[in-house]
């Protein structure tokens, strides 16, 4: 177990905001995988940085680490109305990953947000939260067959054809609780059919819905996801939290035609795009070389060490 002396080091890059970007990234993914109170006091700290995609990320962080001393950091990101939409979303999104019942109120009050990313989020977290009081974390379907040990905003939907999954994930009539929850059962087969049916959801109305879409096909880094995530991010008039999103997916594929498509988006004059697209590419630049791993490595600290 590190330090608070060795977590301290790490959270002094993540918030010394002359690091460039990426090397920020690869501290907070340090902080997460090291955990404890000191961990989540200095990616807590962070918040008040001016970059909406680094917070977004903390608060992402933060509900996979599913500690409930990070409960009172999320619940203020969220009532916090200056912060941006992504941001405030992924603090619900957390709320609901952590899954105490004693968020509920704030979730419901949320529920009814004028800002509609945020409200789904919360209608979201509701349900997931409701599925574990009422035992979902014990059934089989809690973590049937998914490859990536992520804390998902809902289950994955009980066993069905790839068809009959894609038709539930694009029903719009359906609630956002059941059409995740064939999102995630598509992710879990991750089969082509299943990939080219997740990425039909690129075209659905609820922009919250298509930046998750993007998420899950950048968790199974499918080549055949990239002419989809490749037309959303060149979409200027789509919502930044999907073009950002999409960005970070084709960074996770790491294969060559995503280093031209994120070279050319890396000057996008959307903030959160341009700096996907530098997240992103370092991602590449890891996934063909042996460097830092972004979801599970571990920095080996030493005094006046480098984080690279």
């Known amino acids: 177990m590190a330090s608070d002396e060795e977590v301290s080091a790490v959270g002094s890059v993540l918030v010394n905001t002359q690091q460039d970007l990426t090397t920020r990234f690869r501290a907070l993914f340090t902080l997460r995988n090291l955990g404890g109170a000191e961990a989540i006091k200095w990616i807590s700290d962070a918040f008040v940085d001016e970059s909406a995609l680094l917070k977004h990320e903390l ?16 619940e203020m990101v969220l009532k916090d109305t200056n912060q941006e939409p992504m941001v405030r979303h992924e603090a619900g999104e957390a709320l609901g990953a952590i899954g105490n019942p004693k968020v509920l109120d704030l979730l419901k009050k949320h529920a009814e947000d004028p800002v509609v990313e945020v409200a ?18 014990n059934s089989a379907e809690s973590t049937d067959g998914n490859p990536y040990c992520s804390v998902d905003p809902a289950p994955p939907a009980p066993k069905k054809s790839v068809p009959e999954l894609r038709a539930q994930l694009l029903d719009e009539s359906l609630p956002l609780f059941e059409r995740y929850r064939a999102m995630f059962a598509l992710r879990n087969l991750g089969t082509e059919e ?34 989809q995530l490749q037309a959303a991010l060149e979409r200027t008039d789509e919502n930044a939290m999907v073009r950002h999103e999409c960005a970070e997916a084709l960074g996770s594929i790491g294969k060559k035609p995503c280093l031209e498509i994120l070279q ?30 972004y979801a599970d490595g571990l920095l080996r600290l030493q005094s006046g060490s480098k984080i690279c």
Not at 123 to 136: S, T, Y
Request: net charge negative; glycine share 8%.
């Open 59 to 74: 608060a992402y962080c933060l509900g996979q680490m599913q500690d409930e001393r990070a409960i009172p950091v999320l």
């Open 120 to 137: 789904e989020t919360c209608q979201l977290a509701i349900r997931r939260v409701e599925w574990l009081i009422n035992g979902g974390s």
């Open 194 to 227: 299943a990939v080219l049916a997740l990425g039909d959801g690129l075209q659905c109305s609820s922009a919250l819905f298509r930046h998750e879409i993007g998420y899950v096909l950048g968790q199974i880094q499918h080549e055949a996801s990239i002419p």
């Open 264 to 293: 050319r988006y890396r000057t996008d004059p959307e903030r959160v795009v341009k700096e996907s697209c530098e997240v992103a590419l370092d991602m590449l630049e890891y996934e063909n070389s042996s460097q830092f791993q």
